[in-house]
């Protein structure tokens, strides 16, 4: 029997640098499972590799700025690097910096990604070996997977430049989320990490059109396919939720236990003329009168967002609205950036750019705020008996979280234990200690 086409040579190594969001992490699992499927091999380092891929991240200018670097660092130890990502939306500044790149493709453009590496180093063809196993290559730990509901966004938030990186929504049919959830579970995944850039505007593009699962038709509405995705027996945890009213249909989804009490919600401020400023999505006004319904309906509900603070023209009177519904509403995670202007952003010219130094000092007030908060909600759950995800384990020493704290994010909870315990158990602790961030506790 013939050989197949340079069957005789070794498999092709591809070194991997994944920068920027979980969705970006996301994309760069897409490219894997593909090039995995076509018999690559993934390279530790990037001086053994065939080729090098950097995906990279450029919403921020310091994200920029890792990129570039972990470019330079790729060209300096291998020379052979394709660029993709975020950043590969603007392809000259990258080709003013580093002119003998192989390729610069921009996001989510994996088949330009795959043709430029088949270029630079031939797939190895054997028709007799699938490479890939069914749940693809992941490059989170096996015990939690992100899963992307859709691409883009339709909103056009003043400070963003998503939307022109990455073009409209365009969501993916419900049954092919659902049936690459039930994939990873099956292969045992204990918690999936739904993202996209608008998780709540799931389906408008394509009017919620129904599509097969399994014996039935799903439509592809965001309450629908949480429904759906709680019934596949993993822990689900949304993330970029904005408060249009439909959020309040997921709520009794989170009290019947189907999916995880945890909104990721990045509200960015509470001031509604600074909200305006910023264009924001949903319906900001009489938030905290939808937040305390939500507690009603799932008193466990554990909120987290993120907040901007220093947004151009902001005066100390906004600041000061966002600090008291900062301390009213009571969130369980909160982070806080100082704005940063990104080039291209309308943002920059809304109003007279805050001082640093007025920055720094508002991000410090801001934080001191929340810490106060946090550690009151905290310390309330010294005693209870939580289940806690594993992730880190020596022994019957671990690290895990609690329903409340997502991936990366959020904070920890440190478990002893009389038996070992290992990564992706889902175990119960009974918390004894509580800072503003973690939890201590044994396991029962
Ligand atoms: S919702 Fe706003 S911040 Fe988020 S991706 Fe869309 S435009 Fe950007």
């Given at each position: 029997m ?6 005789d040579?070794?498999a092709p190594k ?9 969705k970006?992490?996301?994309?760069s ?7 995995r499927?076509?018999g690559y ?14 995906n990279t ?6 994200a920029?700025?890792?990129s ?6 790729a060209m300096?130890?291998?020379?052979r690097v ?10 000259e ?5 580093y ?24 797939p ?22 992100y899963?992307k509901i859709?691409?883009?966004c339709?909103n ?10 990455r ?28 993202v ?8 408008v ?11 039935r ?10 429904r759906?995705?709680?019934?596949l ?8 939720v904005?408060?249009?009213?439909h959020?309040?249909e997921?709520?009794?989804?989170m009290a019947?236990?189907?999916?995880l009490?945890?909104?990721d ?6 001031s509604?003329?600074?909200l305006?400023r910023?264009r924001?999505?949903g319906?900001?006004e ?8 939500w507690?009603?309906?799932c008193?466990?509900?554990?909120i987290r967002?993120?907040?901007?603070v ?7 009177a906004?600041f000061e609205?966002?600090l ?24 920059n010219s809304?109003g ?7 920055k ?9 705020a ?7 909600l ?6 209870k ?11 019957t020493?671990?690290?895990?979280r ?14 002893t234990?009389?038996?070992?315990l ?7 602790v ?5 800072d503003a961030?973690d939890?201590f506790?044994?396991a029962?």
């Amino acid at each position: 029997m013939p050989l197949p086409v340079n069957a005789d040579r070794a498999a092709p190594k591809i070194s991997f640098v994944s920068l920027g969001c979980p969705k970006a992490l996301v994309d760069s699992e897409r490219i894997l499972t593909h090039l995995r499927a076509e018999g690559y091999e993934l390279a530790r380092r990037h001086d053994g590799a065939d080729v090098v891929i950097v995906n990279t991240c450029g919403f921020l200018d310091s994200a920029k700025a890792e990129s570039l670097s972990a470019i330079g660092e790729a060209m300096a130890e291998n020379g052979r690097v394709i660029v993709t990502g975020c950043m590969g939306a603007q392809p000259e500044e990258i080709r003013a910096k580093y002119p003998n790149l192989l390729a610069v493709t921009g996001p989510q453009a994996y088949e330009s990604v795959v043709a430029a590496v088949h270029e630079a180093v031939p797939p190895v063809h054997d028709p007799f070996l699938d490479l890939v196993p069914p749940q693809g290559v992941k490059l989170t730990p096996r015990h939690y997977a992100y899963l992307k509901i859709s691409e883009g966004c339709n909103n056009r938030c003043t400070f963003c430049i998503i939307p022109s990186l990455r073009g409209d929504l365009v969501s993916r049919p419900a049954g092919d989320v659902l049936s690459e959830a039930e994939k990873l579970v099956k292969a045992g995944v204990k918690e999936l990490l739904v993202v996209s850039q608008d998780t709540s505007a799931y389906g408008v593009d394509i009017r919620y059109a129904a599509s097969p699962w399994g014996d039935r038709e799903v439509r592809a509405k965001f309450a629908d396919l949480a429904r759906e995705l709680g019934s596949l027996g993993a822990w689900v945890r949304l993330h970029y939720v904005y408060p249009y009213p439909h959020v309040d249909e997921v709520i009794p989804l989170m009290a019947e236990g189907r999916v995880l009490p945890y909104l990721d919600m990045p509200l960015q401020h509470a001031s509604p003329s600074v909200l305006k400023r910023m264009r924001r999505p949903g319906n900001q006004e009489r938030q905290l009168e939808r937040i305390r319904r939500w507690r009603e309906i799932c008193p466990d509900l554990a909120i987290r967002s993120t907040f901007i603070v220093g947004f151009p023209g902001e005066t100390e009177a906004e600041f000061e609205e966002l600090l008291a519904w900062i301390r009213e509403a009571r969130l369980e995670r909160v982070g806080c950036f100082e704005y940063e202007p990104v080039a291209g952003a309308t943002a920059n010219s809304l109003g007279d750019p805050v001082a640093p130094e007025v920055k720094a000092e508002r991000k410090r007030r801001f934080m001191e705020a929340q810490q106060g908060v946090s550690l009151r909600l905290q310390k309330a759950r010294i005693g209870k008996r939580l289940p806690v995800i594993i992730d880190e384990a020596s022994g019957t020493v671990a690290k895990g979280r609690s329903k409340y704290d997502a991936p990366e994010i959020d904070g920890s909870v440190h478990v002893t234990s009389r038996r070992p315990l290992r990564v992706g158990d889902i175990v119960t602790v009974k918390v004894e200690r509580a800072d503003a961030y973690d939890l201590f506790g044994s396991a029962v």
